[in-house]
């Protein structure tokens, strides 16, 4: 979907790629949403939820060091939300 958005020159805002990244981890394929993720800090930036979609699904796949790393949002100039926080309790 991603793809065809950029072929279409309709621009993956962080709301569209939240929700992609959301259901990628909700099925376990934490490795595109690892990629998605990376590809929008190429771009757009992620925001907070971005991150934080990132996290859960990582942390509930088993991975919960994985989210710990990406908690490093905070030095990308994000502030991390109270569900930041939450993903590691």
Known sequence: MRRWMVQKN????NVVTSTLIYWLGK??????????VDELE??????ATTYDVLIKG???TGKPNEGAAVFEMVTRGCSPSKAS???FG
């Open 10 to 13: 309709v621009p993956p805002d």
């Open 27 to 36: 099925n376990g394929m934490v490795c595109k949403e690892r990629n998605l």
């Open 42 to 47: 190429r771009g757009y930036g992620p925001n």
């Open 58 to 60: 990582l942390c509930k």
């Open 85 to 87: 926080f939450a993903n």
